[in-house]
C-alpha cells in the first residue's frame, strides 16, 4: 500500500517534503498536492471545470510527485484515481494551526477529508506557527501517528493534529482533544472597479476560548493535540483509541 501525501500551501511548500521525508521511513510515498496555495478553501472541490494535473520534479529522490491545478480536495480525489492500492492520506504540514473554528475553513484539513469519505485512514498536520518554523516536530509526530494506523485495519478514521512550534524536547505531551471555540476573525478591505465594488477578505485577528480538553487549550499548554474528527461526520460506531495512544506518543519523540 502506498501513502497520498498533500497540503493547501502548495507544492513547494518545505512542510510537505518535511512531512514526504519523515512518512518515507513509513512506506511508499505519493504526493500529490496544489501547485499553488489554497488555504482556506475548506472543503471545496471543482465541480464546474477540469482539472489540470501535472507530474512535477519531486524533492525527495524516487517520490512521484504531481502538481494539481485544483484545490486541496481535488488534489486527494486525483491522486486516489491515479494512485491505486492507497492505505493512508496525510495532509501537511501547514504553516498554522487549525484549531476551533478553523476546522471547516481548513484545506489541509478538506484534503485529509476526501480520503476519509473514499475509506481511508486520513491524518491532517499542522504547525502552530507562521514563521521560524520547528517542522521536524510535526513530522515526527506524523511519522509516529502513521505508524499506528497505516496498513493496521483500523478502517477509515480522520484525524486532526496540531503542534505547537517547539522544538521535540520542549513538547510537554500528547492529548485526545476535541474541537475549541474560537478561530480568526475576517478583516475586509473595499476597492472599486468599474461598476463593480471590490472587496478583499483576508484573515484577522485571532479569538480564541480554550477549554481544558481542547485542541485550543493543549497547544497553547506546549502539547500535540490530536482531534477525532470522524465521530461528528458518521453515525457508524467509531473506532476506538488506545487508551495509553497519546503517553506512548509522547515517550517515542
Known sequence: MKILVTNDDGIQAPGLWALAEQLAAVGEIVVFAPSREQSGVGTAISLHRSVGLSQVEPRLPGVPAYAVDGTPGDSVILGLEVTKDVGLVVSGINT????????????????????YIHGIPSLAVSIQARQDFHFDTAARVAGLLARRVYG????????????????????????????????FSTAITMGRDGGWDQYKIAIGKPWWAGDAGTDIHAVE????????????????????FPEDLPH???REL
Open 248 to 250: 506512548t506518543l509522547f
Open 152 to 183: 493496521n485495519g483500523t478502517g477509515p478514521i480522520l484525524l486532526n493534529v496540531n503542534v505547537p512550534n517547539l522544538p521535540v524536547d520542549g513538547i510537554k505531551g500528547v492529548e485526545l482533544t476535541r474541537v475549541g471555540r474560537g478561530g
Open 221 to 240: 499548554n506546549a502539547r500535540v493535540s490530536i482531534t477525532p474528527l470522524e465521530g461528528q461526520l458518521s453515525t457508524a460506531e467509531r473506532v476506538p
Open 96 to 115: 498554522g494551526a487549525n484549531m476551533g473554528c478553523d476546522v471547516l475553513l481548513s484545506g489541509t484539513v478538506g484534503a485529509a477529508l476526501q480520503g
